[in-house]
């Protein structure tokens, strides 16, 4: 299991579940999302499972104020999950003062962290 940074990837030896050891080992790093599949050289699949890890979870009190929260986020360029009802972001009280400002519920969980690419990220896996 990984954390965000370490789902970010060229070359690294992993291990499975199982115990068994592979190489990772590809022509450009590329981020690995909870639920990928790595197929092995000798034709057998390994599921990317990512590692809970420290996040906040902003809620609004409507769709347009969540909204409102993510220009706000975005416009510091912070990496945000986006979902319907929440955002997950990395923990950080500057941030979640200034949300809460803004009228956000403001929660620390431990989720998986699977950020949005952003425009010009290549989503080709």
Known sequence: MLDYDGRHRRRIVMTSASGSQY?????????????????????????????????????ARSAAALVKLAWHIGNRHLPAAVEADRILIRRDHVIAHMLEHQGAEVREVEAVFDPEGGAYHDHAH
């Open 23 to 59: 190489l990772l080992d590809l022509e450009g790093a590329k981020h690995l999302r909870d639920g990928d599949g790595l197929v092995l050289s000798c034709g057998g699949v390994v599921q990317v499972v990512a590692r809970p890890e420290p996040l906040l979870e902003v809620r």
